[in-house]
């Protein structure tokens, strides 16, 4: 009779403990992290704030568990509103992709103003490369390697300084690109001459829209919100 009890007790306690754990990843939204004046863009529920670039269709990625996760060949994505200077906050999770190589492994990207990339790749452990996990996309190789190896979450905190034009159009100061990987300094301030390849291709303007790639690999994204800065 004990000994059943005690088994009952041990069962009861795993479901509890399971339930738990089950109910931490599904109720995720990011919210402790969150300042009061961030316009929040994906809070783990829905795709409501973004669209498929170039067409305007709804963003066909997949959503579960409170993250979206790219979905290959449905392209990439943007937010509907547009933004100039801002602060934004971004968590991406990489799949283990053993097998690949390079710019196959793991690649998808952040893009300010649908322009300006943030590299997203596995990068772990290498000497950085300006195309690699953090690089600004062909201009600038990250300070120092900050990234986690594939399956954790990582955090990119980016300040961005749009463009800017006088009044005929001429643009007199460039765009600028200050980013935090997991905390740490990666880009302190690096002006980014022009655009990075695979991006929006229309003219530079003053503001544009948030856009996440679609390389080809099933990277999550979660907890993304924004500040816009005067
Ligand atoms: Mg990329």
Known sequence: MLARSRVAFVILFFLLIGTSIVCAEVL????????????VLFDGSNLSEWVKTGSGEPAKWKVEHGYMEVVPGTGNICTKKEFGDCQLHI??????????????????????????????LDSYGLKSQNNDCGAIYGVAAPLVNACRPPEQWQTYDIIFRAPKFDAEGKEVSKARLTVFQNNVLIHDNVEVPNATPAGIENEKGAIGPLMLQDHGNPVRFRNIWLRPLN
């Open 28 to 39: 995720f939204t990011g919210n402790e992290t969150r300042p009061a004046d961030a316009i």
């Open 91 to 120: 968590e991406f999770w990489l799949p283990l992709m053993a097998d690949a190589k390079g710019q196959a492994r793991a690649n998808s990207g952040v893009y300010l103003q649908g322009k300006f990339e943030i590299q997203i």
